[in-house]
């Protein structure tokens, strides 16, 4: 089954990853990929960067331009997971948390994907 892997932070308090953080995720990220754990994963530009794109009813689209100020935590990067159950993907993801250490405030929300592609059926 494959799961998504969501990383959350406070974008106006996040640091900057040491070179050293990046060693460790280069190693992880190469040892699940090679075990067939870790499907794909990236990171993501700040919202300063971004917009949104929302549907309101009566079919009224409009876009918002980042940054979100309004917003305190942000989607920062996701990995998409093949793990046979929920709980190996909590692990591959306590994995990816634990690699950063006892200084960063991190939160990831782990989802099974939906449909037949993915192994599920809806």
Not at 81 to 95: F, H, Q, V
Request: a negative charge; proline letters at 5%; one cysteine or more.
């Amino acid at each position: 089954m494959r799961f998504l892997s969501t990383i959350r932070l406070d974008e106006t308090t996040a640091q900057a990853p040491s070179a050293q953080l990046m060693a460790d995720m280069g190693q992880l990220i190469e040892e699940l990929t090679r075990n067939g754990q870790l499907v794909s994963t990236a990171g993501l530009r700040p919202t300063a960067e971004g917009a949104r794109v929302r549907l309101q009813r009566g079919g009224q689209l409009s876009v918002v331009d980042g940054p979100f100020t309004e917003t305190k935590e942000v989607i920062a990067g996701y990995a998409i997971l093949e793990a046979a159950s929920l709980a190996e993907a909590i692990e591959l993801t306590r994995r990816f948390l634990r690699v950063h250490g006892d200084d960063w405030d991190i939160e990831c929300e782990v989802r099974p994907l939906d449909g037949p592609e993915f192994g599920r059926q809806p």
